[in-house]
Nanobody, 125 residues
Framework: QVQVVESGGGDVQAGGSLRLSCTASGLRFENYAMGWFRQAAGKEREGVACITRTEFWSPPIDSVKGRFTISRDNVKNTLYLEMNSLKPEDTAMYYC??????????????????WGQGTRVTVSS
């Protein structure tokens, strides 16, 4: 059974930083593309950033450019999202996703087969 687990969320003040982690088991991590998504209360889920199995990454959404960085460690089987200069509008449940292939439209959630249960990020003003 494939299991995807996020961690690292929490409560931070505006301007602070967090590093989210995601581990995936039940699959060969190095052969899968990975992505980060988020969903704020009352809003639709949106893609944040995605990365191929060879660490080639697509530009993140405009709202996080210059602040968030996606990366992966194929030895540790772990995906990361480094979040800096956090803003209250970044408050959301953050989800990790995995798939065998990263499509061109990787920020669209229907492309991903496996999902974690999320880790919550709350940024206070």
């Amino acid at each position: 059974q494939v299991q995807v687990v996020e961690s690292g969320g929490g409560d931070v003040q505006a301007g602070g930083s967090l590093r989210l982690s995601c581990t995936a088991s039940g699959l060969r991590f190095e052969n899968y593309a990975m992505g980060w998504f988020r969903q704020a209360a009352g809003k639709e889920r949106e893609g944040v950033a995605c990365i191929t199995r060879t660490e080639f990454w697509s530009p993140p959404i405009d709202s996080v450019k210059g602040r968030f960085t996606i990366s992966r460690d194929n030895v540790k089987n772990t995906l990361y999202l480094e979040m800096n200069s956090l803003k209250p509008e970044d408050t959301a449940m953050y989800y990790c996703a995995s798939d065998r292939v990263m499509h061109d439209a990787c920020l669209e959630s229907p492309h991903w087969d496996y999902w974690g249960q999320g880790t919550r990020v709350t940024v206070s003003s």
